[in-house]
Nanobody, 124 residues
Framework: QVQLVESGGGLVQAGVSLRLSCAASGRTLSNYAMGWFRQAPGKEREFVAVISRAGGLTYYADSVKGRFTISRDNAKNTVDLQMNSLKPEDTAVYYC?????????????????WGQGTQVTVSS
């Protein structure tokens, strides 16, 4: 399994940007489609964005489309999530995850490796 560690979370005001990063170790990241998910208190974990193994395909949840951008650098074994125009409803713990599905998956059950999560809090 690949080990994943997220970073970049924090407390920000609405409207600003934040960039999350996910560093992988143990396996070559290019073997996996990579996704970002989030979980707010009292809610189920929800899909945010996913990127295919080579980075040519991406897919976003409607709630973040046009504001968030997922990218990856397979040479550095990292996956990033650029979050712009943040809203209070974006507040959640954000997780990166790895899937062997091709070209990618959106169901959390199809992701076999998860990071520990990073908290993002957006104040109004």
């Amino acid at each position: 399994q690949v080990q994943l560690v997220e970073s970049g979370g924090g407390l920000v005001q609405a409207g600003v940007s934040l960039r999350l990063s996910c560093a992988a170790s143990g396996r070559t990241l290019s073997n996996y489609a990579m996704g970002w998910f989030r979980q707010a208190p009292g809610k189920e974990r929800e899909f945010v964005a996913v990127i295919s193994r080579a980075g040519g395909l991406t897919y976003y949840a409607d709630s973040v489309k046009g504001r968030f951008t997922i990218s990856r650098d397979n040479a550095k074994n990292t996956v990033d999530l650029q979050m712009n125009s943040l809203k209070p409803e974006d507040t959640a713990v954000y997780y990166c995850a790895a899937s062997t599905r091709t070209p990618f998956a959106r169901n959390p059950a199809e992701f076999g490796s998860w990071g520990q999560g990073t908290q993002v809090t957006v104040s109004s």
